[in-house]
């Protein structure tokens, strides 16, 4: 799978209202051990994170991620805008995201996501 492919199956990994379906789409891509970090919380491993979204979902009934921008990549990491929507497509929050792929660019390791636009100076 290419990284395109990658990144979309994670997003759809938050966005599938169904457990199963989620759990397998995180892991077709998460490596073993791998880590995301945002600003409220840090989990290791597809099972950690995946109870971090199951508490996303029932915060945030039929809420789903939407990649908003291309992927820029160099060097084995990448990074992509992001945002989460309601059921009816209003923005709930934004970010962006910075991705550590594995040495042959099949799995995410690590994971970095930031909310809101950066500040001015």
Same mark, same amino acid.
């Given at each position: 799978?290419?990284?395109?492919?990658?990144?979309?199956?994670?997003?759809?990994?938050?966005? *599938?209202?169904?457990?199963?379906?989620?759990?397998?789409?995180?892991?077709? #891509?998460? =490596?073993? @051990? /791998? %880590?995301?970090?945002?600003?409220?919380?840090?989990?290791?491993?597809?099972?950690?994170?995946?109870?971090?979204?199951?508490?996303?979902?029932?915060?945030?009934?039929?809420?789903?991620?939407?990649?908003?921008?291309?992927? *820029?990549?160099?060097?084995?990491?990448?990074?992509?805008?992001?945002?989460? #929507?309601? =059921?009816? @497509? /209003? %923005?709930?929050?934004?970010?962006?995201?910075?991705?550590?792929?594995?040495?042959?660019?099949?799995?995410?390791?690590?994971?970095?996501?930031?909310?809101?636009?950066?500040?001015?100076?």
């Amino acid at each position: 799978m290419d990284t395109l492919e990658l990144i979309n199956r994670y997003c759809a990994a938050w966005s *599938d209202p169904q457990p199963e379906v989620r759990a397998a789409l995180l892991e077709s #891509v998460w =490596a073993p @051990g /791998a %880590t995301y970090t945002d600003p409220r919380a840090h989990t290791t491993g597809a099972g950690e994170l995946l109870a971090h979204i199951a508490k996303v979902h029932a915060s945030r009934p039929h809420s789903r991620v939407v990649r908003t921008t291309a992927l *820029d990549t160099h060097h084995g990491m990448l990074r992509f805008g992001w945002k989460a #929507v309601d =059921a009816a @497509g /209003a %923005t709930l929050v934004e970010g962006i995201d910075v991705v550590f792929l594995s040495a042959d660019a099949t799995r995410i390791e690590r994971i970095a996501g930031f909310f809101g636009p950066l500040a001015p100076i």
